[in-house]
């Protein structure tokens, strides 16, 4: 838990007003699930483990409740239970969940995310529509990624079919550990397999079967004889909508209730992971809607804002100083008609250097200096703060001249 500065605050903001801009063009609908569920709702999605990782406990009439972890859970509860709602439906949510894990790089106990969902008739082209939004999310913000897909259905299928495998129990098991290979090697997991029993010769195949990268080709040659129709038409549908991404078998995403195309976001600048999702229709199931499919992807927004501190400038507006007591009104009232504009404008007691010294501490670009001689020659000084320049403009069209 920490307490969120200003500076984190804007770009935080940033980020969501960037988010609704791309929901009004996508057509999602943003609503705000509750942030308290019943620990039973939370345990339908990811099992009775899952309390271990968030924040229960019992309220006061002794009922199990949690924070809610993300977002997904709560909008999937709100749409099964809205059967007066014709399908494909496409919500959003922006918000804070908490979670009781370690604190990593760009990931605390409470942070935030955005969510997007789209609850349909198992349709390819939502997946494709979840991850187009995404690229557009992400120009929308100047930041560069890359996208990598995959099917954890086919996987699963390789696990039946070449593997012999076909205990649930056993399957999810080596999705796990697949899963697990983008933080810990091939032989620390296999030697954590072993020991709890799993056949390692198996599980080597599967790993290496979960390094085969490459285009939509070369999944179809490796995976020959297996159901490779969900890649081909989610590859198709992206292809037409100008996207181009990469096809890696090594993603199988760690939650149980993923059922076919999942993917992953990362900065290409520095590799760090940014979004997630994939279908998921188990979840609409669990909660008694069999005839409902779901896909979506969830954003880390303080992973984001890491990468936006360098990108995103906000404009500090003009502060308003003034060199004597006599000038104060009238700069009071350049204060007010610039905000009246809607440009951002501050004014503080004190003198001129006191007056600078604050103006260039809080970031303003420009500062509006009243001087008696100019002021009487009906001429205000802008001074740019950051190379120290002056020049004079017309007293009576500050707005107009000012250039922010």
């Not at 969501?16 to 345990?43: A, N």
């Not at 992400?138 to 390789?158: H, K, N, P, T, Y």
């Not at 976001?265 to 199931?285: E, F, M, Q, W």
Request: with cysteine.
């Amino acid at each position: 838990m920490r307490d969120i500065e200003s500076d984190e605050y804007m770009l935080i903001d940033h980020a969501r007003s960037r988010f609704i801009e791309c929901c009004r063009v996508f057509g999602f609908r943003l609503m705000e699930p509750s942030p308290l569920e019943l620990l039973s709702v939370l345990e339908a999605k990811s099992g009775p483990m899952i309390r271990d990782e968030i924040y229960a406990f019992k309220d006061k009439a002794g009922r199990d409740v949690a924070l809610r972890f993300d977002l997904t859970v709560g909008l999937t509860r709100y749409i099964t239970a809205r059967r007066d709602i014709r399908l494909p439906v496409k919500l959003a949510a922006f918000s804070s969940v908490w979670r009781y894990d370690e604190p990593q790089q760009g990931r605390y106990r409470w942070f935030h995310q955005w969510d997007i969902e789209i609850y349909d008739n198992f349709s390819a082209d939502s997946d494709a529509e979840v991850i187009d939004f995404v690229r557009y999310y992400f120009r929308s913000l100047g930041v560069d990624v890359r996208i990598e897909v995959s099917d954890r259905a086919l996987m699963e299928e390789f696990i039946r079919e070449r593997l012999g495998v076909n205990e649930e129990k056993h399957i999810l098991d080596m999705l796990r550990a697949v899963d697990k290979l983008s933080k810990r090697s091939r032989d620390d997991i296999l030697k954590e397999y072993s020991s709890k029993g799993m056949d390692v010769e198996k599980l080597g195949i599967l790993l290496d079967t979960a390094g085969v990268r490459g285009s939509i080709d070369t999944i179809y040659e490796r995976f020959k004889g297996l159901d490779t129709s969900r890649l081909v038409v989610l590859v198709d549908s992206l292809r037409s909508r100008g996207i181009d991404v990469n096809v890696n078998m090594g993603i199988v995403r760690g939650l149980d209730y993923y059922s076919s195309i999942v993917f992953e976001v990362y900065s290409s600048t520095s590799n760090l992971a940014l979004v997630g999702g994939g279908r998921y229709d188990k979840l609409p199931k669990v909660f008694g809607r069999g005839d409902m499919g779901a896909t979506g992807a969830a954003a880390g927004i303080e992973r984001i804002i890491m990468l936006l501190k360098d990108k995103h400038e906000e404009s500090k507006g003009v502060f308003v100083a003034y060199a004597s007591k006599a000038l104060k009104s009238d700069a009071l009232m350049t204060v007010s008609m610039l905000r009246e504009r809607g440009i951002a404008s501050e004014c503080i007691d004190g003198s001129l250097r006191k007056q600078l010294e604050y103006a260039s501490s809080k970031g303003y670009a420009y500062t509006l200096i009243f001087a008696e001689r100019e002021y009487r020659e009906g001429y205000v000084i802008i001074k740019d703060m950051r190379d120290g320049s002056e020049r004079k403009v017309n007293a009576y069209d500050i707005a107009g001249n000012i250039g922010v």
